[in-house]
């Protein structure tokens, strides 16, 4: 190449570069469930696990990492589009450092939830301790950074936080633990409100401004909650819906209770229901085919270990689907979502 040429592509990078408005947003903090999980759960002893093939074979290199997914989650994409790294690093992986963190970091932990004993039932991380995890990463921080940059990227960074389906599918509903005699839905919902404020106070007091939490989706239209709602041929199981809308009417008027009182929060609700539901409805304005069904093997049932490369009924292409595996959407409707946060509840600070 001559010399000519290679200044004259510098010379454009430069310009190029220079167009791209630098992020004013310093990270991306993620904590929740297996909706946000990019592989802490691959460093615990636990089932709930996804870093196998045919997850992440649309991720970056065609990696399976530990995300619930053929690609990214939305907390990727909108680091991405926030001018961050294009996928947000897991706490726990060993293939990481404070170096990598200080540009965005994930807590989160499949199967988890707002109530400890919904941990307990597979075995992963409770949210109390993916609190400990974040004060262990601001000591890291400072070490790295020194304090006042620490705190300057505690304050600024945005925070994303994915968590609730588990205390009904995996606990309340399963009747694995104590939760269904102990309270009617309606206690358990008020319950699961003062583990909520309790753990946004805390994260609030360690630094955390800007946050995005997201409402309950539509999880009676998961294919594992159609696939047991035989009796009407396999629609969306409205019972656990309507618990859905009734956590998050409760959400709502707690994140505008808690943002009024604590001081330069500024905490953003994000509809996740509605905007599922709508491409559940509409699925061919977005080039979707199939809505009941997992990509991955029958996609009836299978996540976790049953989705994996040996079934050969896996679709080929994911991009026509809601639902990766029975439980978990494809990364088109994860970009579908990354777009709605930024739009919405993120749109403020981007
Ligand atoms: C959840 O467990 C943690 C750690 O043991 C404890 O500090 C916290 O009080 C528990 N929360 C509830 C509501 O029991
Ligand atoms: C994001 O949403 C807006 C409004 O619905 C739409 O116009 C735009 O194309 C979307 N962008 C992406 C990348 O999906």
Not at 12 to 17: E, Q, T
Request: net charge neutral; with cysteine; aromatic share 12%.
């Amino acid at each position: 190449m001559s010399l000519h040429l290679l200044l004259l592509l510098l010379l454009l990078l430069i310009s190029v570069s220079s167009l791209v408005p630098a992020s004013r947003i310093p990270a991306v903090i993620v904590f929740g469930d297996s909706t946000v999980d990019a592989g802490n759960n691959n460093q615990i002893p636990t089932i709930l696990k996804s870093n196998f093939h045919p997850y992440g074979r649309d991720f970056i290199g065609s990696q399976p990492t530990g995300r619930f997914c053929n690609g990214r989650l939305p907390t990727d994409l909108i680091s991405e589009a926030l001018g961050l790294p294009p996928s947000v690093p897991a706490y726990l992986d060993p293939a990481y450092s404070i170096r990598d963190f200080a540009h965005g970091v994930c807590f989160a932990s499949a199967g988890t939830g707002l109530d400890n004993a919904t941990s307990d039932v597979l075995n992963v991380i409770p949210l109390w301790k993916e609190v400990e995890y974040f004060k262990d990463y601001q000591m890291k921080l400072r070490r790295y950074v020194g304090r006042a940059k620490a705190k300057y990227i505690v304050n600024e960074a945005v925070y994303i936080v994915s968590i609730g389906t588990n205390d009904f599918l995996e606990n309340y509903y399963l009747l694995v633990t104590g939760r269904f005699r102990q309270f009617s839905i309606g206690e358990y919902e008020d319950f699961l409100m003062d583990r909520a404020a309790e753990f946004l106070t805390k994260i609030y007091h360690l630094g955390a401004r800007k946050i995005s939490f997201a409402g309950l989706s539509a999880i009676g239209c998961v294919p594992l909650e159609r696939s047991t709602n035989i009796q009407q041929g396999r629609a969306c199981a409205e019972r656990y819906n309507k618990v859905a809308r009734d956590f998050n009417a409760k959400l709502q008027a707690l994140i505008g209770r808690l943002d009024a009182s604590l001081p330069g929060l500024k905490l953003r609700y994000l509809a996740t229901y509605e905007s599922l539901l709508e491409i559940i409805q509409n699925p061919s304005s977005y080039g979707i085919e199939n809505v009941e069904d997992g990509c991955c093997a029958t996609g009836k049932f299978e996540m976790g270990y049953l989705c994996n490369d040996f079934d050969p009924h896996t679709c080929p292409d994911a991009e026509k689907y809601v639902f990766w595996d029975a439980f978990h959407p494809t990364e088109k409707v994860n970009r579908m979502m990354a777009n709605l946060t930024l739009r919405t509840s993120l749109s403020e600070f981007v």
